[in-house]
């Protein structure tokens, strides 16, 4: 069967479809800027904007668990209709993304320390780590304002012992190697987004949108080309100088894809998607639920 319309699956059925974790924005809402801006990049790549607060998912190697792969539902087939392949990583397998609107933030389930088996809700309110074993729940639900049915991420069963995005996090363990304590947890900081090319700060260019490093001049010359001398000032007495070591040199393939330019990079992906059966930039919308969906099946919590 082929081309399910999403008007026949019946509301409150669930799929679960698993794979690796390529990209999630799962422990915060896409909202305010952040949301504008994606939206731009949907319009601009021909997609429908989702226009409200969201989370986000993509996953690669993606397979139904059907329930019963005998007689399988019409809303797991319906699923793995909409799985494609991401033309920039086309060795991914078959890849699924969802958008989903929401209010509420979805269950994430973690494998119990005690190992019997069970699961517990992570409450660390991290975003998980690309490449984690995953299962997306999603639910059918009909929106007010869509004729159609449409899916909801309800939940996003972890395989493994749980891995964290952890881009700009600083790592407390190196520094006390060091001999360098910070009080207190460090986090990063969301710098001030710049209107256009003329607000960048000074160092920085602008291309299509996205703030990248200035090229730095090649015949720089340093004394010493182990160290940098930088100049701290202090309050009674002259600037004190300080060796740092200079940064080594990272090469462009080593770098990783920041969380905003994989986001970009994705939904540009979807938009050739955009005239087939896949749903990614459809309205997809989740209804607020009352004190949170029963576990699914084979799912046992603790707490």
Do not use: C
């Amino acid at each position: 069967m082929a081309n399910i319309s999403a008007s026949k699956l019946t509301e409150g059925n669930s799929v679960h479809i698993r794979g690796k974790l390529a990209f999630a924005v799962l422990a915060r809402l896409i909202q305010g800027a952040e949301l504008a801006a994606s939206d731009q990049r949907k319009e601009m790549n021909g997609m429908n904007p989702i226009g409200k607060p969201h989370v986000t998912a993509t996953i690669v190697n993606a397979e139904v668990q059907f329930a019963d792969p005998n007689n399988p539902t019409l809303e797991e087939l319906f699923v793995s209709e909409r799985r494609y392949s991401s033309l920039k990583n086309p060795d991914s397998g078959p890849n699924y993304s969802i958008d989903s609107r929401t209010s509420n933030l979805p269950i994430i389930a973690i494998p119990s320390a005690t190992g019997d088996g069970t699961y517990d809700q992570d409450e660390s309110g991290r975003e998980l780590a690309q490449g984690l074993d995953v299962t997306l729940v999603l639910r059918v639900y009909k929106p007010k304002s869509y004729n159609n049915r449409g899916l909801a991420l309800d939940q996003v069963i972890v395989h493994e012992e749980p891995r964290y995005y952890n881009a700009g996090v600083i790592n407390q363990a190196e520094l006390a190697a060091r001999g360098i304590v910070l009080n207190g947890a460090p986090r990063p900081i969301r710098a001030t987004p710049v209107g256009n090319a003329a607000e960048a700060p000074a160092g920085t260019k602008v291309e299509a949108g996205l703030s990248f490093p200035a090229p730095q001049p090649t015949n720089a010359t340093v004394q010493d080309p182990a160290q940098t001398t930088v100049a701290q000032p202090t309050a009674t007495a002259a600037p004190v100088a300080v060796a740092v070591p200079a940064a080594a040199a990272v090469p462009a393939s080593a770098q990783e894809e920041t969380m905003e330019a994989k986001l970009a990079r994705l939904e540009a992906e979807n938009a050739s998607l955009k005239d087939s059966v896949s749903p990614v930039g459809a309205p997809v919308a989740t209804s607020s639920r009352n004190g949170g969906p029963a576990p699914q099946a084979g799912i046992t919590y603790q707490g």
